[in-house]
């Protein structure tokens, strides 16, 4: 891989394969890459079926025919799933579901890295108080007098993992 600018090659075995535009963030040509992963992102890549995640802010020159780019993420992203690795991030106020071959594991807020396949991300569960309205209900009494019932209830979680529990229990929960 040449850089802008000119170039004389004088070599019995040199062949030109193809021009790029340099801003790109993968280049490959035959098995070599040159890799820029822009801030705000993570690059996802393999080398031999084995997923690895590229971190921003430098220039990867890879020389590797096993090696295959497959995107760019955004870092930002509430989950990122590659392979059998899970990155979740949890933000304040809420509470990631995780099930651990079938257990129950609960994640604070911050980054989570997980790196087990049979690891399901279910949900994000919100931890502050929240406010449910109940359907209006209009009723007739026995003296034939109408009436128009509003109500709401507020509700905060404060042990996640029973709550988990709880829903999943319920059959009438939908």
């Known amino acids: 891989m040449l850089g802008a600018g000119t170039h004389r090659i004088n070599h019995p075995r040199f062949?030109?394969?193809d021009s790029k535009d340099g801003s790109?963030?993968?280049?490959r040509i035959v098995s070599k890459h040159r890799v820029i992963v822009p801030q705000g992102k993570m690059?996802?890549?393999?080398?031999?079926?084995?997923?690895?995640?590229?971190?921003?802010?430098?220039?990867?020159?890879i020389?590797?025919?096993?090696?295959?780019?497959?995107s760019l993420v955004s870092w930002n992203a509430d989950v990122i799933r590659h392979g059998p690795i899970l990155i979740i991030t949890v933000a304040e106020g809420r509470h990631g579901i995780v099930y651990d071959q079938g257990k129950i594991v609960v994640l604070v807020p911050g980054r989570h890295r997980r790196n087990n396949s049979t690891d399901h991300f279910e949900g994000f569960l919100q931890s502050g108080v929240q406010t449910l309205a109940i359907p209006r209900l209009q009723l007739l009494t026995a003296d034939?007098?109408?009436l128009i019932l509003d109500a709401?209830?507020?509700?905060?979680i404060v042990d996640p993992h029973k709550a988990v529990i709880m829903l999943a229990?319920?059959?009438?929960?939908?």
């Open 24 to 27: 790109l963030e993968h280049i």
């Open 43 to 61: 690059g996802l890549a393999s080398r031999d079926g084995v997923p690895e995640m590229l971190e921003p802010g430098q220039v990867r020159y």
């Open 152 to 156: 709401a209830m507020t509700v905060q």
């Open 15 to 17: 062949v030109y394969v």
């Open 63 to 70: 020389d590797d025919p096993a090696f295959v780019f497959h």
């Open 144 to 146: 034939s007098v109408g």
């Open 169 to 174: 229990n319920d059959d009438t929960a939908t």
